[in-house]
């Protein structure tokens, strides 16, 4: 295969991550609305950590969190 196509597994694989991340990122910001933006990093963070196969630093983490609590659409690519 040419480098830089994917497969349709490939593809499949990370729309799969992609929404577990989405999914995971919105429970996050919404339970910690009413906490410390940090609180909320440290615990989205934490979570983002238990998913196979990718690696989320905290400044990720922390993207999302003010992206989102500010109102604008956050976009996740997986890779």
Same mark, same amino acid.
Request: glycine share 4%.
């Given at each position: ?7 349709? #597994?490939? +593809? /499949?694989r990370? @729309? *799969?991550?992609g &929404?577990?991340v989405?999914?995971?990122?919105n429970?996050?910001?919404?339970a910690?609305a009413?906490?410390d933006?940090?609180? #909320?990093? +440290? /615990?989205?963070? @934490? *979570?983002?950590? &238990?998913v ?22 956050f976009k996740i690519?997986?890779?």
């Open positions: 295969m040419a480098k830089g196509k994917s497969t349709p #597994a490939d +593809d /499949k990370r @729309a *799969r991550i &929404r577990q989405s999914d995971i990122v429970e996050i910001v919404l910690t009413d906490e933006v940090e609180v #909320a990093i +440290d /615990k989205l963070h @934490a *979570r983002l950590q &238990r196979n196969g990718q690696t989320f630093d905290r400044a990720w983490a922390k993207r999302a969190v003010v992206t989102m609590r500010r109102g604008d659409v690519i997986i890779k």
